[in-house]
């Protein structure tokens, strides 16, 4: 049995739930769909199939031209919200998540490629300045035509964004790629380049 198979076929063969491990419902879960697979399980797989991952994988992260970990985008994530399994009160929703190092850059890929109804979010539980764009939709099993839309716009914009990261987190003054860039006016520098003006007009300021 090959692995998209076996994925389908996951329930309700364990009879757990993947959401919760508790026994899986199976008809009186809202995931349950009428082709006797679980909801849940099968975005998962979409998710899988749209953007190339193995079975499992949460994160998916992108790469340069050189095969190195981009600095910029650090990764994209999709989750759907768990909500309660046997009733039917509130939706299903899911949501997209592209996580950046700095809400500048953040803010700044949302102006260029238009993503206004995509709000950003801070992720900054470690005290960095990670920042999110998320999107939010309903995941109904009969919105699955939208979802996979939305899949496949992310797929054709990541690249651009990769593109676009590169040249945005490039310092304006010694042109180097640098992971966090102050902006000053219509420049932005990095920290060295920063303490590098500061040390040179520093006796100047003391003068005046």
């Known amino acids: ?3 998209k198979n076996w ?3 996951y329930f309700p063969h364990t009879n757990t739930c993947g959401q919760d491990g508790k026994p899986c419902l199976q008809a009186k879960c809202k995931y349950w769909l009428e082709e006797k697979k679980c909801w849940d399980r099968e975005f998962d797989t979409m998710v899988e199939e749209t953007f190339n991952i193995e ?7 992108y790469r340069d031209e050189t095969g190195r970990t981009l600095n910029g985008l650090e ?3 999709f ?3 768990v909500v309660d399994k046997e009733t039917f ?3 299903i929703k899911a949501t997209a998540h592209i996580r950046f190092n700095s809400r500048r850059l953040t803010k700044k ?5 238009k993503l206004y109804d995509w709000t950003i979010d801070s992720c900054c539980e470690d005290g960095g300045d990670d920042h999110d764009l998320v999107f939010v939709i309903d995941a109904n099993p009969k919105n699955k035509e939208k979802i996979l839309d939305l899949f496949n716009f992310i797929t054709r914009i990541i690249p651009e964004i990769v593109h676009y990261e590169q040249f945005v987190n490039t310092c304006d003054l010694c042109k180097d790629k640098c992971m966090s860039l102050t902006n000053f006016g219509k420049r932005a ?16 300021y003391f003068k005046m």
């Open 1 to 3: 049995m090959n692995r």
């Open 7 to 9: 994925q389908l076929e």
């Open 55 to 61: 079975y499992g994988g949460d994160y998916i992260h």
């Open 75 to 77: 990764h994209l994530h």
């Open 79 to 81: 989750n759907m919200q």
């Open 89 to 91: 009160s509130e939706p």
């Open 109 to 113: 890929v949302q102006e260029k490629f």
């Open 189 to 204: 520098i990095c920290g060295s380049c920063e303490l590098k003006i500061i040390n040179e007009n520093l006796e100047n």
